[in-house]
């Protein structure tokens, strides 16, 4: 994405394809990141790098931004959907954890504290897939779907967020070391809260929707 009229402010923006190879277009180092680790992170260079008409991406200049936040609206579902997934992985792993670890006399499955956090991330995370399934209806549907696509994303990072840490709770301190797995999905589901429009984003974008300025 580059800006190619500066007067125009957002309708000034247009989106390129650039090849690997192009004359003045590097790739940095790749990240260390906090999760997410399978799929890496450069930052690009384009330095006096001349981009041919034909690389253009849409019909015309300036319609870089438009297109990204059509992107994003759709792209808002799937990040609540991946938010979801590993919600689910971390409350499966908790279920089969807590039937398997025996403390004080019996497995803690019997404990209510453990009991409730289950019986929460059932609760919130059947709540984020119904959301999530509405957005995704609508989009089908050829309906509108951008504030749905919003509050699904922002409840099922948040859930997924907050359920990846009850199951390191459930783990105990196996939940923190990482030949259990849910430490990875805790790692790995921060990026939903920030991916595609920030939590604070989201919420921005239903306040608007709710006619809110
Ligand atoms: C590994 C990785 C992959 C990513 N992949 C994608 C991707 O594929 N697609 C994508 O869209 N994004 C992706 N992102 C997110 C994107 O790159 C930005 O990090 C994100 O949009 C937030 O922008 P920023 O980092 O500049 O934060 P900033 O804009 O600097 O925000 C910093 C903080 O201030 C808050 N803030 C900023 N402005 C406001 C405001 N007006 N009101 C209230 N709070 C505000 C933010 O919510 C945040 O908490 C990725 C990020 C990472 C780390």
Known sequence: MAKTDLKKGVHGITAFIVDKGTKGFTIGKKEDKLGCRGSPTS???FD????PDERVLGKKLGEGFTGAMKTLDAGRISIGAMA???GEAAYAKSVE????RQAFGGPISRLQ???WKIADMRTRLDAARLLIQ???TLKDQGEPFGNEA???KLYASEVGMWATSQAIQIHGGNGYITDYEVERYFRDVKLCEIGEGTSEVQRMVIAKHLGLR
């Open 43 to 45: 930052q690009l260079y």
């Open 48 to 51: 006096d790098c001349f981009v």
């Open 84 to 86: 979801l997934g590993l």
């Open 97 to 100: 954890y807590s039937r398997s």
């Open 113 to 115: 504290a453990i009991q």
């Open 134 to 136: 509405k957005a995704a």
């Open 150 to 152: 919003a509050v699904a």
